[in-house]
């Protein structure tokens, strides 16, 4: 089983679209989770960080559930600006981070 | 307020050849770790330089090595380059202070095996 799981896509949904994406990890030990953003042949740029009580940063909306291990991501009115891949992490700590494959996102006008 | 950089940002070798690339963290971080992301694949962890020690180790060969300088820039060196090899390197930095913050990425070296 791998340490971080997420569906690879690709989503492809029109312009304002509500997209979400799930994520579930196997180690209950793991203190940190993110969501990192990935353009194509491009480096990982952070997205948000995810919190238990969950966060919201202007349309996208971040969900932890410990007790299922499940990580979310909610994309309300989708831009094509969007379009890239969606990249779940989570880490133990102060060591490395652990990524999912990514799940590809498209949107179209 | 300068980010992590590499360089190179593209190579190009062919199989058993040896390679080094290089990194310098963002200001004010002291930790780098280095990840190597294969094509259509999440990054992978190849080890994490504080202090000047390698701190921790993923699953990778011993073909690959690291150093750590004083000024927490580092290098990752890999041996006998096999083809598979060919992937994107990134490097990340991060403050041992602040151990549950997001680590910053490099904008990476792409290294192609022929």
């Known amino acids: 089983r791998k340490e971080v799981e997420q569906d690879p896509g690709p989503f492809n949904v029109p312009e304002g679209a509500t997209v979400a994406f799930n994520c579930t990890y196997s180690?209950?030990?793991?203190?940190?989770f993110f969501w990192y953003r990935q353009d194509c042949r491009k480096e990982p740029k952070l997205l948000m960080s995810?919190?238990?009580s969950g966060n919201e940063d202007g349309r996208f909306t971040a969900q932890l559930n410990r007790a299922s291990q499940y990580i979310s991501l909610l994309i309300r009115d989708s831009k094509l600006s969007d379009s890239a891949t969606y990249l779940c992490?989570?880490?133990?700590?102060?060591?490395?981070?652990?990524f999912g494959t990514g799940t590809r996102l498209q949107v179209f006008p | 307020d300068a980010g992590v950089t590499q360089s190179p940002t593209h190579l190009i070798k062919t199989r058993g050849q040896q390679v080094t690339l290089r990194c310098s963290p963002k200001?004010?971080?002291?930790?780098v770790s280095w990840y190597q992301q294969a094509l259509g694949q999440g990054p992978q962890f190849i080890f994490q330089?504080?202090?000047?020690?390698?701190?921790q180790r993923g699953n990778f060969p011993d073909r690959f090595s690291g150093h750590q300088f004083p000024n927490y820039s580092s290098e990752l060196n890999v041996n006998a380059l096999l083809l598979g090899d060919s992937a994107l390197y990134l490097c990340?930095?991060?403050?041992?202070?602040?151990?549950?913050?997001?680590?910053?990425f490099g904008d990476g070296t792409r290294l192609s095996i022929l």
């Open positions: 180690n209950s030990a793991s203190q940190s």
């Open positions: 330089y504080y202090e000047e020690e390698e701190r």
């Open positions: 995810v919190y238990s």
């Open positions: 990340a930095s991060s403050h041992s202070d602040s151990p549950y913050q997001p680590q910053h």
């Open positions: 992490v989570v880490s133990l700590g102060s060591d490395k981070l652990i």
């Open positions: 200001s004010g971080h002291d930790t």
